[in-house]
């Protein structure tokens, strides 16, 4: 009795503790809890608020020319139609550059890397810092990789899809690493308990299963590199274009750059291209990141 009479005295008193320093319903817990949402009531408030205002702006040039003419000094006859294939040009460049090395990397780091090896640790390191640059930086690196191997002019496509390359890598190796951690450890045991090598388990077991993880990050990386100008612009790119890019060594524009020119125009006619210009971009993440999420709801197994 005496030590139930302990026990109940020492849960009354971590209880009144609790009460004193805070919880739940605390002052201070319900204080935070509102700040928090004032904080994102306004942020979502100001992006409602710029997404109207655009699609208001942009409206009356949102027409069959914006797809169809090229860049123009006069901007009743002027479109994004360079500047759309050119951004289609440079992301599939960027998807078939990035894509492949990041599984590749990600797969050897997760399944194959000594952890125990110094220069393993400090790759996953870096790795995760570098996902945190800014990407101008990939630009400056880019442009210090052209001029080193010899090219004069580095505003062609596999320019831009090299530097938007280097910017979503760690983002893929990230995401990709963490697809493969999801799939069960007995997957990969009862692979090599049944004969299979290391390399056909991970070929034909984790990988397969990964896929969902594995494509929802990459779409989401290939997202971001489409809203991307400044490692562009720092290459070079053009911003007044009036062809198609025709091959990895043609001269190009992406949306963000010429969304980017023409809001530095006077005219009152090019600021509402840009703002069409904004919409069409806008809807095109907007698919990417539904696309993404589709296919990780679809096809993500629960194990």
Request: glycine share 8%; hydrophobic share 55%; proline share 4%.
């Amino acid at each position: 009795m005496a030590s139930l009479g302990k026990l109940a005295a020492q849960g009354a008193a971590a209880t009144t503790l609790k009460s004193q320093n805070g919880g739940e319903y605390s002052a201070r817990a319900i204080g935070f809890l509102f700040a928090l949402w004032f904080s994102l009531f306004v942020a979502v408030l100001f992006l409602g608020t710029l997404i109207i205002v655009t699609v208001i702006e942009g409206a009356p040039k949102f027409s069959l020319n914006l797809f169809t003419e090229y860049s123009s000094s006069n901007p009743d006859n002027a479109g994004a139609r360079a500047a759309i294939f050119g951004s289609v040009f440079v992301i599939a460049t960027t998807a078939v550059l990035a894509i492949p090395l990041g599984v590749a990397a990600a797969t050897y780091l997760e399944e194959f890397a000594d952890k125990r090896r110094w220069w393993n640790r400090l790759i996953e390191l870096n790795v995760q810092n570098l996902a945190a640059v800014p990407s101008i930086v990939y630009g400056l690196l880019t442009l210090g990789l052209l001029a080193t191997v010899g090219f004069k002019s580095k505003n062609f496509v596999l320019a831009g899809g090299i530097a938007l390359a280097l910017l979503i890598l760690p983002v893929i190796v990230i995401a990709t690493r963490e697809a493969i951690r999801s799939v069960p450890s007995e997957i990969r045991q009862g692979s090599l308990a049944l004969g299979a090598s290391p390399w056909q388990t991970v070929w034909r077991q984790i990988l397969p299963s990964s896929i969902p993880g594995i494509a929802t990050g990459s779409i989401l990386a290939l997202s971001r590199a489409l809203g991307e100008a400044a490692p562009l612009l720092l290459l070079g790119a053009l911003v007044y274009v009036t062809f198609d890019p025709t091959s990895l060594m043609s001269g190009f524009t992406t949306m963000p750059i010429q969304i980017f020119s023409w809001t530095g125009r006077p005219q009152e006619g090019f600021h509402e291209l840009a703002a069409a210009a904004s919409i069409l971009l806008l809807v095109l993440l907007v698919i990417m990141n539904g696309l993404a999420i589709f296919i990780r709801n679809r096809f993500q197994k629960r194990w």
